[in-house]
């Protein structure tokens, strides 16, 4: 399978099983399908609601957890210093795992725009333990709003997702930092 490396030297598979409005009921067996047909790369979201069961899935298949790329979002509701570590080890304790592949900022607050910068700083710190996340970044920022683009400048590499609905799939590809001013 193709990979991608991101900034950080974190290789990650280029093609990635989403479980978006997937019933935490069929979430479970439904990633476990995906491992069985080869994924290795498994996209979920706190505000999915099925981190549990793709948890589950993943340490009840025969594969080494090691060898499944995990992704996770955390919510807007969510950013803020404090409450974002929170939110991590949150997700950390529904998957079952002490450190998070791919830890994914939802999107931008402009409402909150303190909350939202206060939630990368965790870009700058980037857990440097054994209960970490391996890479973080942000997805569904926009491009135009100019505090977004500023703090996108200084983010690591971003991840861009495509979700194909027919498939419950996902796409990935990188983007260096962002030169929109």
Not at 49 to 66: F, I, K, M, T, Y
Not at 103 to 118: G, V
Request: neutral net charge.
């Amino acid at each position: 399978m193709e990979t991608i490396v991101l900034d950080n030297g974190v290789e990650i598979p280029a093609l990635g099983f989403g479980v978006f409005q997937t019933p935490p009921d069929e979430t479970r067996a439904a990633v476990t399908a995906a491992l069985a047909a080869g994924y290795r790369h498994i996209d979920t979201a706190a505000a999915y609601g099925n981190e549990r069961q793709v948890g589950e899935a993943v340490h009840a298949s025969d594969l080494d957890p090691s060898d499944v790329l995990l992704e996770t979002k955390i919510w807007i509701s969510d950013y803020g210093y404090d409450e974002t570590l929170h939110a991590f080890e949150k997700s950390a304790r529904k998957l079952d795992v002490s450190r998070i592949d791919l830890l994914i900022l939802h999107q931008a607050l402009p409402s909150a725009f303190d909350r939202t910068l206060e939630a990368t700083a965790l870009w700058r710190r980037c857990w440097p333990t054994e209960r970490s996340a391996r890479s973080v970044s942000a997805t569904s920022w926009s491009s135009t709003s100019r505090r977004c683009s500023t703090v996108r400048a200084s983010c690591p590499r971003s991840i861009r997702s495509k979700f194909t609905p027919t498939s419950r799939s996902a796409t990935y590809r990188t983007s260096g930092p962002s030169t929109a001013s």
